[in-house]
């Protein structure tokens, strides 16, 4: 069973920067974030393959770097420049395969999400 474990959420500033992770119970999955915000759906963040390709969402792009190490089967989110409207729940995902996906329907299982909450 795939189990997925974020960490590192918590209340920030705007302005300011926090680093999220996932820790993964499997290897050669392409990896990704998610978000969701109170009484929105949930929308694709960025996602990484197994060998390193990443695709980011425009809102995000040039402020959110994710990066992973397969060493220890852990994605991370590095997320800088926070504004108020990247308050949400964030979530981890993984999908089996070498290629990303942007949609919550390419993913097959999820952990259990982390808040992230900007203050202005």
């Known amino acids: 069973q795939v189990q997925l474990v974020e960490s590192g959420g918590g209340l920030v500033q705007a302005g300011g920067s926090l680093r999220l992770s996932c820790a993964a119970s499997?290897?050669?999955?392409?990896l990704g974030w998610f978000r969701q915000a109170p009484g929105k759906a949930r929308e694709f963040v960025a996602t990484i393959s197994w060998s390193g390709g990443t695709y980011y969402a425009d809102s995000v792009k040039g402020r959110f770097t994710i990066s992973r190490d397969n060493a220890k089967n852990t994605v991370y989110l590095q997320m800088n420049s926070l504004k108020p409207e990247d308050t949400a729940v964030y979530y981890c995902?993984?999908?089996?395969?070498?290629?990303?996906?942007?949609?919550?329907?390419?993913?097959?299982?999820w952990g259990q999400g982390t808040q992230v909450t900007v203050s202005s």
């Open positions: 995902a993984a999908r089996p395969g070498i290629t990303t996906a942007t949609m919550t329907s390419g993913y097959n299982y």
């Open positions: 499997v290897r050669t999955f392409t």
